[in-house]
């Protein structure tokens, strides 16, 4: 039998359907259920690829003596926290509060009112490692609620206002003066903090923390130090050879559990390869290293691989599932058809576990990898002219990456490159075959879910990858997303939805939404420099301001209209996603630079003002503000393209401004003499016949011109 949950689309909910306890998602039946029959909420909220959230449910939920207490007792509630994340925000909080640490599965239990009194994460079914059974919390629960419930209450209402005064706390700041001090400051912090050994943050678990990276390239581009870039550069590489990057088939696990990069939780998230496809995107442009392209693109052609939805486009909204795109889909006119005439999203997450087994997808024996590499030669044997090459190839590469008897985990091995850059290309056929020979295992499960702001960050990194690199197929690949996103998760008002699922949109949208789908569309008109892609992005920002804003200058997560929590969150720090607060501000400045609408830029200003002083405190958790900072005290500039876009002189100019890294600038181009919807080309025209580029630097033009190496020049000037 199931429960509440079976017309739920969250793969997570999904999985719990089944349960024999009586789940709920979060909704008014439920919340009025426990204020009627006068009972404590039991709030379990995890996400689909969540190990220990497996772990739990195999344990407990799925035990008919705990759901028997469960249902009894309480009123159980079921949250993907991918879904909802104001409701894993605020009562992450709330649990943060009352232990001083947090996790998924996070199992909080809250009165009728919704206000929490006592949490935690998971739970055994024993006591064990100092922590009480997941029955033994039940019951205490059980006897609490029933001989000292007016304490409990009382106590979640104090908690609920330290949370909401602890809100406050984070904007007290007194306003001051943006100033370049901040990012010198923020960028001693990062340095006195770094792991000189491994590179990164830290030990572990150890997170990528793609915000930061950006930030510190950011601020080698605006200071020229480079100590800045060197962090980026050793941090980049080490990730790249550890286990916690897929060696064989592209895509970064979420972080590693040891210090070095090593091990994985297997876990695979959309939002973490979006965030660094970029960042390697970016490296690669600073510094010409060709690792750091080759790992941009074999993480872009992993999330086509693996991570892709395709549906037609068919104005009857079917849905299906087409073939799988091929690696790179440029190759084949297969592909590149498939993306012309298709709609197009990306999938959430991939699961850490297959078969029940954490990692057992991704991990090798030596025995293996003879079986598939058999006794061929290495092809760095034959180049060197050594021995007869028995064994070769398979010894060739467990040495290149790794792998040995013992094993680093669990007696098996995870792959890590510790070879030369050369045996990297001259494996890469042994990494071919045994990739193959991976793909006929289990796969770990995928949470086929399509979330806006998700999306929308893998929007910008393909958008922005297809312009740096060439890519016809990225380009494709992002169009088509960006046509999905703004046709299934755009309603007819303009206001967009949360997530969709088997042609389901539901939920309202988040400030990251908002934000990150406007990062994403103007991306994408910077690379097609398609008017209807800067249209969407303007109308987005404007509903952003209308509905998320608050009299301090700073947005809420949440839009005015939307459900009614105890708390109405704000956070302001990076998570495993960017501030929605902090992207919203980013975003605000490009629009500044496309529309000369001064508005934009002083609500971007209010808001820094405010948590400038926070940033040069608490670098590593606010590495998208300081971002945001160091573009809007780069004076970024505004360039407008005026000309035939199939011309050569016009081709020549915008490869000038598309040429290495250039972070603090907006683009725009279109054809003389035509209407334009992006104001930043208002009354510009040809110069003499030809094409000409104009350079805006704080709304101030220079002299426009129509050479190249004048407009190289007029770019380079400080």
């Known amino acids: 039998m199931s429960n509440h949950l079976a017309n739920e689309t969250s793969p997570?909910?999904?999985?719990?359907?089944?349960?024999?306890?009586?789940?709920?998602?979060?909704?008014?039946e439920a919340l009025a259920k426990a204020k009627t029959e006068g009972r404590p909420i039991f709030l379990s909220i995890g996400y689909s690829a969540c190990h220990w959230c497996h772990v739990m449910a195999h344990e407990s939920f799925e035990d008919p003596k705990v759901a028997a207490i469960l249902n009894e007792h309480f009123v159980s509630i079921k949250v993907d926290r991918e879904e909802r994340p104001d409701l894993d925000r605020i009562y992450m909080g709330a649990v943060q509060a009352m232990t001083g640490r947090g996790g998924w599965p996070m199992s909080v239990f809250l009165t009728p009112a919704g206000h929490p009194f006592y949490g935690g994460t998971y739970f055994p079914p024993e006591p064990r490692y100092g922590m009480l059974s997941f029955t033994g919390v039940l019951n205490a629960v059980v006897d609490a609620w029933k001989h000292r419930r007016e304490e409990l209450v009382d106590g979640g209402e104090r908690l609920v206002a330290a949370m909401q005064a602890q809100a406050s706390i984070l904007v007290a700041n007194a306003p001051e003066e943006l100033k370049h001090a901040t990012l010198e400051s923020a960028f001693e912090s990062l340095s006195l903090s770094f792991d000189g050994a491994q590179g990164g943050w830290g030990s572990g678990p150890k997170f990528p923390q793609p915000m930061v990276l950006e930030f510190l390239l950011r601020h080698h581009r605006g200071s020229g130090d480079s100590q800045a870039l060197k962090l980026v550069t050793q941090t980049l590489e080490a990730m790249a050879r550890g286990g916690m990057y897929d060696q064989l088939g592209g895509g970064f696990h979420r972080y590693s559990v040891d210090d070095r990069w090593l091990v994985p939780h297997f876990e695979k998230m959309l939002y973490d390869n979006a965030q660094l496809a970029r960042v390697y995107l970016h490296a690669w442009q600073v510094t010409g290293n060709q690792f750091f392209r080759t790992i941009t693109e074999e993480i872009l052609d992993y999330v086509v691989r693996e991570m892709t939805y395709v549906g037609a486009r068919a104005n009857d909204r079917q849905f299906r599932h087409a073939p799988k795109l091929h690696t790179n889909a440029s190759e084949t006119a297969t592909g590149m058809q498939m993306l012309r005439t298709q709609h197009l999203a990306f999938y959430s997450t991939q699961d850490a576990d297959s078969e029940g087994e954490e990692g057992k997808f991704f991990v090798w024996t030596p025995d293996e990898i003879h079986q598939v590499l058999g006794e061929e030669a290495s092809p760095l044997q034959a180049q060197r002219g050594g021995g007869d090459g028995r064994g070769g190839l398979a010894e060739a590469f467990m040495s290149a990456y790794g792998v040995t008897l013992s094993g680093n985990f669990e007696g098996k091995s995870v792959l890590e490159f510790a070879g030369e850059m050369e045996q990297r290309s001259a494996l890469a056929g042994a990494r071919r075959r045994l990739f193959e020979a991976r793909e006929k295992r289990v796969h770990p499960g995928r949470d086929e879910k399509v979330l806006t702001s998700w999306n929308a960050l893998m929007l910008a990194a393909f958008s922005e990858a297809a312009r740096a690199l060439d890519r016809d197929d990225y380009r494709l690949v992002a169009e088509r997303n960006a046509e999905f996103l703004l046709r299934e998760l755009r309603r007819e008002n303009g206001r967009l939805l949360r997530t969709w699922k088997a042609g389901e949109a539901k939920l309202n949208g988040y400030l990251e939404d908002y934000a990150n789908l406007i990062e994403g569309l103007l991306e994408l008109y910077q690379t097609t420099f398609e008017?209807?892609?800067?249209?969407?992005?303007?109308?987005?920002?404007?509903?952003?301001?209308?509905?998320?804003?608050?009299?301090?200058?700073?947005?809420?997560?949440?839009?005015?209209?939307?459900?009614?929590?105890?708390?109405?969150?704000?956070?302001?720090?990076?998570?495993?996603?960017?501030?929605?607060?902090?992207?919203?501000?980013?975003?605000?400045?490009?629009?500044?630079?496309?529309?000369?609408?001064?508005?934009?830029?002083?609500?971007?200003?209010?808001?820094?003002?405010?948590?400038?002083?926070?940033?040069?405190?608490?670098?590593?958790?606010?590495?998208?503000?300081?971002?945001?900072?160091?573009?809007?005290?780069?004076?970024?500039?505004?360039?407008?393209?005026?000309?035939?876009?199939?011309?050569?002189?016009?081709?020549?100019?915008?490869?000038?401004?598309?040429?290495?890294?250039?972070?603090?600038?907006?683009?725009?181009?279109?054809?003389?003499?035509?209407?334009?919807?992006?104001?930043?080309?208002?009354?510009?025209?040809?110069?003499?016949?030809?094409?000409?580029?104009?350079?805006?630097?704080?709304?101030?033009?220079?002299?426009?011109?129509?050479?190249?190496?004048?407009?190289?020049?007029?770019?380079?000037?400080?």
């Open 12 to 28: 997570y909910l999904l999985q719990h359907a089944d349960n024999p306890v009586d789940w709920y998602p979060w909704s008014q």
């Open 531 to 718: 008017p209807r892609w800067f249209v969407a992005a303007r109308e987005l920002g404007e509903t952003m301001i209308e509905h998320f804003s608050d009299s301090e200058g700073l947005l809420y997560d949440t839009s005015d209209d939307h459900e009614t929590l105890i708390t109405r969150p704000r956070e302001l720090q990076d998570n495993a996603t960017p501030s929605g607060n902090a992207m919203a501000v980013t975003t605000l400045l490009k629009l500044a630079g496309f529309t000369n609408d001064l508005r934009y830029v002083d609500i971007a200003h209010k808001a820094l003002t405010q948590v400038q002083a926070t940033m040069a405190q608490h670098a590593l958790g606010l590495g998208q503000w300081l971002q945001a900072l160091a573009y809007a005290l780069s004076q970024p500039r505004e360039i407008a393209i005026v000309g035939d876009p199939d011309s050569s002189d016009t081709r020549a100019l915008l490869g000038v401004v598309r040429s290495g890294y250039r972070p603090f600038q907006v683009v725009a181009l279109g054809a003389p003499g035509r209407d334009t919807v992006v104001p930043l080309l208002e009354r510009r025209g040809l110069i003499d016949g030809h094409a000409a580029a104009y350079v805006c630097r704080g709304f101030v033009c220079q002299a426009p011109v129509t050479e190249p190496e004048e407009l190289r020049v007029q770019l380079e000037r400080s």
